[in-house]
């Protein structure tokens, strides 16, 4: 018999919590908790750091636009899975699983509206859709809200964020890169201004076509904005990464950026450059 | 040099040694072994159209990376006459993935652009394995204004694994460095040829890609990501490269069915290492016969078809027309 008895060991309970998930949550800058209400309120910034979350590209367009004033283009455009992309889950399970979560069509809304009187074709990507990749809609729109802009002389402004190309398009994929910097090219001519507006993260193909094209590039605060991904280089090369690498702050540094504007500030920075750069509304 | 098998080919070569071996058995012991050639001669032509007619994705993927294809500098030897390299972007550096200068088609004087891989270490140190800087793609830029200046069409020979993905590039800002060069070669007012002679890794191989004519060599790819790095996100593990080469859809095949190439240039069975000349011969036939066709179109149509063939890749479904206008 033995003496001593094991121990019966118990995980400690988890206290519940009193509150529904969702209503708070931890900011990644500064770590405090911060209610959604007050994010809300706040543009989706953190009121203590600064801090800011990611917003929905509905959320966007509500927070640049004159209100009312936003028609949307090309909501009606599908994407098909043209190869037949079989990976661990298959290209069409995907969209159809992120067009059930985010209410979305594809990443990318699209369409025109007025800031301050002026005329704008817009685009807002946005991450949450499979990583905000590019595929042929999200192409097709941009391209579309591009020639919308040469058509009606309006300026262009597209609010990126991307994880990149979306391999499930394979070199369909890649070809929007062409597309929508030829549409840029097209723009320019034209003689009118686009303004390029990043936001976390915007990275690969699309940092690599129209998201580096702006007259005027804009970025939030502390976004991740580059080519390859941190990762990729650290193995390539096995090098340690600079202190802030790929962030807003360090491509403006290194003469990328024009200037970094907080949320709150974007649509007031926008209007004011189209005043310098758009003829009179 | 001896030729490189690739694990797929064992059975080509093993047979062309035993070739070989009776050959020479015959020659010198003067025995008539001609039966038995002939025997091994008809095995070696069935199994060479059994393995070199049924090429997977994954077996392209590897004849366009093998270290002995013949690399850029190589058709530039073979293709052009009087290559006269010119170096340095005029603003940080001579980047030597990327050499490109002037040189002449027939008559017909050309910009080249190239990437251009090394054969041994000490060369990929040079050429840092074909992956070139934003250097890389300013100097092509500004080549190509050269070549718009003096009216000269701009052939670009395409063989990389993509962008280089360094501290250095990204500091340097090889996004911008590639953007710039899809909306200016938009527009540039001369004829573009580009061939992708190897591998076409993604955004690298497209920053010197946008052209009038696409043409790509029978063994090369072309692709948005690598199958290596493809398979590691979706598949969690590198193994799956072979499935991920099939579900890219990057053979010279497929993309022609895509339209995101104009025209497959072959190449010599087995491969263009396997014979440099005609695989040369057969890109400047190519090169040759494209350009007569572009330096007859004049340039604003040139530009408008330029534009449309881009603008009209990408599959979609739409229900409507002009929705929002």
Redesign the interface.
Same mark, same amino acid.
């Given at each position: 018999m033995a003496i001593f008895k094991k121990p019966t060991l118990k995980t400690s309970q988890r206290k519940k919590r009193d509150i529904p998930q969702g209503l708070f949550q931890k900011c990644p800058g500064c770590e405090e908790v911060v209610s959604e209400i007050e994010l809300n309120e706040n543009l989706r910034v953190c009121p203590r750091c600064d801090y800011h979350f990611a917003v929905s590209a509905k959320e966007r367009i509500g927070n640049l636009l004159d209100s009312q004033t936003f028609v949307e283009m090309d909501a009606d455009l599908k994407s098909i899975d043209t190869l037949r992309f079989q990976g661990m889950a298959s290209y069409k399970d995907r969209l159809k699983n992120y067009q059930e979560r985010t209410g979305l069509t594809d990443a990318v809304i699209s369409g025109h509206g007025m800031i301050e009187g002026y005329k704008v074709a817009l685009a807002v990507m946005d991450f949450g859709f499979l990583a905000a990749t590019m595929g042929s809609v999200v192409g097709e729109r941009i391209t579309r809200a591009i020639e919308y802009g040469t058509d009606e002389r309006a300026a262009v402004i597209i609010v990126a964020a991307s994880g990149g190309a979306r391999m499930y398009e394979g070199m369909l994929s890649l070809m929007q890169m062409a597309k929508t910097s030829g549409a840029l090219a097209r723009h320019a001519d034209a003689r009118l201004p686009y303004l390029s507006v990043l936001t976390n993260p915007t990275t690969a193909g699309v940092m690599a076509s129209f998201a580096s094209l702006g007259d005027v590039i804009i970025a939030e605060p502390k976004s991740m904005i580059g080519f390859a991904g941190p990762r990729v280089i650290k193995e390539t090369t096995h090098q340690d990464l600079p202190k802030g690498f790929q962030t807003a702050e360090f491509l403006e540094e290194r003469g990328l950026i024009d200037m970094i504007v907080h949320r709150k500030k974007m649509r007031e920075t926008i209007s004011q450059l189209l005043g310098y750069l758009s003829s009179a509304p | 040099m001896d030729l490189q098998p690739l694990d797929f080919e064992k059975p080509i070569f093993e047979l062309e040694r035993r070739l070989q071996d009776l050959k020479e058995h015959s020659r010198e012991h003067d025995v008539d072994l001609d039966s038995e050639v002939k025997a091994i001669e008809a095995k070696l032509r069935d199994t060479r159209r059994e393995i070199y007619g049924n090429l997977s994705a994954w077996q392209r993927v590897q004849i366009a990376r093998h270290v002995q294809r013949p690399f850029a500098l190589d058709y530039v030897e073979r293709c052009f006459t009087g290559w006269t390299e010119l170096r340095g972007d005029r603003c940080f550096a001579d980047d030597k993935a990327m050499p490109a200068g002037l040189a002449t088609l027939d008559a017909t004087r050309c910009v080249v652009i190239t990437h251009q891989k090394g054969r041994n270490t000490k060369e990929n140190v040079m050429r840092n394995f074909g992956c070139a800087h934003p250097e890389g793609y300013r100097k092509a830029l500004r080549l190509m204004r050269l070549a718009q200046k003096f009216n000269l069409p701009v052939i670009s020979l395409i063989d990389t694994p993509g962008?280089?993905?360094?501290?250095g590039?990204?500091?340097?800002?090889?996004?911008?460095a590639? $953007?710039?060069n &899809?909306?200016?070669m938009?527009?540039l007012r001369v004829p573009i040829i580009a061939a992708v002679i190897g591998e076409g890794g993604?955004?690298g191989a497209?920053?010197i890609?946008?052209a009038d004519r696409v043409l790509i060599l029978e063994n090369s790819y072309?692709?948005?990501?690598s199958p290596e790095?493809?398979s590691a996100?979706?598949?969690?593990d590198r193994k799956h490269a072979p499935e991920?080469a099939e $579900?890219?859809? &990057?053979t010279a095949h497929d993309?022609l069915k895509?339209e995101?190439v104009d025209e497959i240039v072959d190449e010599p069975e087995g491969g263009a290492h396997r014979d440099y000349e005609t695989a040369a011969f057969n890109l400047s036939s190519a090169l040759r016969k494209n350009l007569a066709k572009l330096l007859e179109t004049p340039t604003d149509q040139l530009l408008k078809k330029r534009?449309k063939k881009?603008?009209g890749?990408?599959?979609?479904?739409?229900?409507?027309t002009n929705?929002?206008?």
């Open positions: - | 962008a280089f993905p360094g501290i590039s990204e500091e340097r800002h090889i996004s911008e590639i $953007a710039v &899809l909306r200016e938009m527009n993604s955004g497209l920053g890609g946008v072309y692709s948005v990501i790095a493809c996100i979706l598949w969690r991920a $579900a890219l859809k &990057l993309l895509l995101v534009y881009f603008r890749l990408g599959n979609f479904a739409e229900s409507k929705s929002g206008r």
